[in-house]
């Protein structure tokens, strides 16, 4: 549950050009698109692809850690991180790959493999109206045989040149801007619901507040009496 009598509480600690910013920002998220990143090891890829969900209205991204850990690098993610939800996949002894795509298949995502195989759906021809995860691996070894072989979906971009692949960071940019602009021109229903927009610009307003471990104490207290 949003506690709303706390939202009304903070704003007053924020600026309303920064509470508007929130809102209109929150018109353009989504999670009809979710993104997995498997096993990243290099901090500016990830930081970039970190970068490029909030760009594009990614609210959700899932980490997977099985042999590499997961970091970004401020100068690259400009602070993205701070506005995103992220869910880890981290377990030893644990197939977290496995574990991610059963979560996402859960709440009704198809998998989706960005891939260059010659089996692979092009971007131009992908049905952006199905609730979709797209999972990213590291650029040479590509995504896992547990990712491959659990996908709905093979996506490549059309490439004429010598190179046969991009780089993951520069692959996610061209897949979210292709995908999110068409999702926003189709009937498909991607905007986050009214709860969760108020849920998210709860979260935002206490990251953008000094003390507010203080202030959510001294609501809480003066509410209780």
């Known amino acids: 549950m949003v506690d709303y009598k706390l939202i ?21 998220r989504t999670r009809h698109f979710t993104v997995a990143i498997e096993d990243i090891y290099q901090s500016h890829n990830a930081s970039a692809v970190v970068r490029s969900c909030d760009v594009f209205g ?11 850990t997961f970091n970004t690098s401020k100068q690259v993610a400009k602070g993205a991180q701070k506005w995103l939800d992220f869910e880890y ?6 197939n977290n790959t496995l574990k991610c795509i059963e979560n996402l ?38 995504l896992s045989k ?31 801007q292709s995908t999110t602009e068409k999702l926003k021109k189709s009937n498909a229903k991607w905007q986050l619901s009214n709860l969760e927009k108020d849920a998210e610009y709860l979260k935002w307003l206490e990251k953008s507040i000094k003390s507010i471990k203080k202030i959510k104490e001294h609501f809480y207290t003066k509410t209780s009496i």
Not at 148 to 175: Q, R, Y
């Open 8 to 28: 009304t509480y903070l704003e007053q600690f924020v600026s309303e050009r920064r509470r508007d910013l929130f809102k209109q920002v929150l018109e353009q």
């Open 58 to 68: 990614i609210q959700d991204i899932h980490i997977i850690e099985n042999k590499y």
């Open 89 to 94: 996949y981290r377990k030893r002894n644990t």
């Open 105 to 142: 298949k859960s709440k009704g995502y198809q998998i989706v493999a960005t891939t260059p195989h010659n089996d692979s759906c092009y971007l131009q021809d992908f049905d952006v109206t199905k609730k979709s995860a797209f999972f990213f691996g590291v650029e040479k070894a590509g």
């Open 146 to 176: 547990d990712v491959l072989l659990n996908a709905d979906v093979n996506l490549k971009i059309p490439m004429v040149g010598f190179t046969e692949s991009l780089n993951i960071s520069v692959a996610a940019a061209i897949i979210l």
